[in-house]
């Protein structure tokens, strides 16, 4: 044993203490690890279905605009607004990103008032009624152009469930009239 030198020479107590906690730092970070990289994923999928979402909203929101500022196609012709409609919710983020449902005045009808009642993508057109009437739910008859759009979402990590594969759905009624 060296004079003076006292962690030199080590009992055999003392280098099993030391070595007991020898291993911990790695178990700790792999448990950690796992918790970190599972939230991780559910933030990601999370995220991307929201993303979807919102990309979806602008998706109709853009085509309810050009239905808005389109309005007299309604009458003059419809079947040229419905195109125009479902080409620019169906490719607002590429060609082919969304599938889109465009109905304009019940099947491209120009000539005629309605009062459509429902629930968004479920839409009930009901019968022709005289142009600024009162409807009976309420609102007034007039000229309507429906839109529907869906995209398929995919999670990323299909493994946790956090997200379910299928489609997202948004629809709107724009009165033109």
Known sequence: ????????????????????NSGVAAIEFAIYALVFLTILAATVDIG???????ELDAA???????????????????????????????????SGWASSTVNVNNSNDGAHCYCPTGLPGNWSWGSTA????ACSGG???????TITASRT???LFPAFGF??????????????Q
Not at 8 to 13: A, E, G, K, N
Not at 130 to 133: D, I
Not at 163 to 176: F, L, Q
């Open 1 to 20: 044993m060296v004079r003076g030198c006292r962690q030199c020479w080590r009992s055999p107590l003392q280098i099993l203490r030391a070595s007991e």
């Open 48 to 54: 991307l279905m929201l993303f979807t979402a919102s």
């Open 60 to 94: 109709v929101s853009a085509g309810a605009e050009y239905a808005l500022n389109n309005a007299a196609m309604v009458a003059s012709n419809p079947s040229a607004l419905n195109t125009a409609i479902t080409n620019i919710v169906a490719n607002a983020n590429g």
């Open 130 to 133: 005289t142009c600024g009437s």
């Open 139 to 145: 609102g007034v008859a007039g000229q309507f152009v």
């Open 153 to 155: 979402v995919s999670a």
């Open 163 to 176: 997200v379910n594969n299928g489609a997202i759905t948004r629809s709107v009624i724009v009165e033109t």
